[in-house]
């Protein structure tokens, strides 16, 4: 039997959305209102609403090819929306950049690893806090105290967030020798390095073998209770959905069929009809 995580209830917020209970007195983190993007002719995604609690583990699921990345690129604006609107802690990201939606709080990891393979360990976190570790260029030029102070307080930091996943004494390692699940984690270490208030996770368990899928898990509800923020992965792991997943989203081809629990979704006929193919009648 896989783990299982306490779900809390969930609630319905404004329009077609819910969120958990502990958080409905504040606004959702992320809100997204009948978002789409058409490729040419090809309607990829359609009419996608869904809201994200400030602490919620989301998760979004569907067969392969039913649009789920392509969400993920709309939110941090690696394609621009063809319709709809995307508010994150209530502003409109519609003029935003890529780099901007990253300042203003979304962070995310990719289904293929991309690291800075050739960097340190600790190099790729601390290019994760350039949000957060700041100086003025003449001071980096001629090394000034303010330049020592910076990397003194990014090495800190990248130590910090490298002991979430117990890496700390890997930092001087090379991030393209790392073992594959070791590369994921340090995925994860430097998209929380620049300081998210909603991390998005692509099938953060691809590759990992069952022990290790278990150890992520605890370390994803870890990641939200420490730093109090909204995380929503993509995910073909059930068991992890399922697991530690408060509301889950539902994509086929482009559309959400189905939002609800953990429970909910299991029970649901289009969802099963979705993975499964509809029963043929005797």
Known sequence: MSKQYPKPKLVPVPSTNIIPERDVDKSPILECRHLGIDFGGLSAVSDFNMAIGRTEIAGLIGPNGAGKTTVFNLLT???????????LDGKDTHSMTTAQVNRAGIARTFQNIRLFSKLSVEDNVKIGLHNQATYPMWSGIFRLPSYWHKEKVAHEMALELLSIFDMQDLADH???????GAQRRLEIVRALATGPSLLLLDEPAAGMNPSETAELMDNIVK???????????????????MGIC???????????????TPAEIQANPAVIEAYLGKKKEA
Request: aromatic share 8%; net charge positive; proline share 4%.
């Open 77 to 87: 604006k690696v394609y621009q929306p063809t319709r709809g609107t995307i508010l």
């Open 174 to 180: 090379q991030a393209g020798s790392l073992p594959y």
């Open 223 to 241: 990641i939200r209770d420490t730093f109090q923020i909204a995380i929503m992965l993509i995910e073909h792991d059930m068991n992890l959905v």
């Open 246 to 260: 408060e509301g889950i989203c539902v994509l086929n081809f482009g559309k959400i069929i189905a939002k609800g």
